[in-house]
């Protein structure tokens, strides 16, 4: 990746984000690609077209790490090969426990980089909140008296 790139005035592309990741990883110079990304949104000079005005902003309240963490989602959704699903012609998506599967992998990639992983974060949960009393498909409910 060119370093102009990275100092470039102009708006920096989501293709040249996903390119940066599947080329380098989470390198100190893709890091700092989505991160100038992520500051573009934040400052208005880049939008997330797939949202309206209203999730759009609620994306911005939220802060840099929920927009990098999005992007980096983004782009392992983007990163399965149309072909590698195709019979005769035909194509498919890959399954949901599958782009879970890749999200996850890419979100921990870049979250350790970005020091915002918490390993055995479940201990720190249960000494924090108490322990887990009920768990259903998107949510983990703990209980401290």
Known sequence: MSKELLNSASPIS????YA?????????????????????????KTNL??????????????????????????YARASFEPSRFSSEGQTSSPSN???????????????????LWIPESEQWIISTFGPKIAQGAEAKVYYKD
């Open 49 to 74: 077209t797939q949202f309206n005005q209203a999730e759009h902003a609620g994306l911005c309240t939220a802060g840099a790490p929920l927009i990098g963490a999005y992007t980096v989602c983004c």
């Open 14 to 17: 989501i293709e040249s984000i």
């Open 97 to 115: 426990w599958e782009i879970d599967a890749k999200q996850e992998e890419v979100l921990q990639q870049w979250a350790e980089t970005q020091q």
């Open 20 to 44: 940066a990741i599947r080329d380098n990883g989470f390198s100190e110079q893709t890091t700092q690609l989505i991160d100038n990304f992520t500051n573009d949104i934040l400052n208005g």
